[in-house]
Nanobody
Framework: QVQLVESGGGLVQAGGSVRLSCATS????????VGWFRQAPGKEREFVAA????????GYGNSVKGRFTISRDSAKNTVLLQMNSLKPEDTAAYYC??????????????????WGQGTQVTVSS
């Protein structure tokens, strides 16, 4: 069973960049597809990005497309989320999630079985 630990969050000014990491352990990294989701206070959890087992297939939520990039580092068993041109509306707790039953996990949070504890990103205007 895989464990997920997010890191890299913090306070950043609008227009700035942050890179989040999702470190995995306890499983075979190449067998998991991974997604990033976020949740702001009082709002529903929102799909941010997803990446396939191989890293060849990626997908993004409409609100982050063109600004965020998801990638995976097989040597470090880590999935990265590079966040550029940040906006105050990107402020949220960011979670990574994994599933082993699909090559590409997609945008539905209910399909992901394993979740990290989250990391907070706050974008000031």
């Amino acid at each position: 069973q895989v464990q997920l630990v997010e890191s890299g969050g913090g306070l950043v000014q609008a227009g700035g960049s942050v890179r989040l990491s999702c470190a995995t352990s306890g499983g075979i990294f190449s067998t998991y597809s991974v997604g990033w989701f976020r949740q702001a206070p009082g709002k529903e959890r929102e799909f941010v990005a997803a990446i396939s087992r191989s890293g060849l297939t990626t997908g993004y939520g409409n609100s982050v497309k063109g600004r965020f990039t998801i990638s995976r580092d097989s040597a470090k068993n880590t999935v990265l989320l590079q966040m550029n041109s940040l906006k105050p509306e990107d402020t949220a707790a960011y979670y990574c999630a994994a599933r082993s039953d699909a090559y590409y996990g997609g945008s539905s949070d209910s399909e992901y079985r394993f979740w990290g504890q989250g990391t907070q990103v706050t974008v000031s205007s």
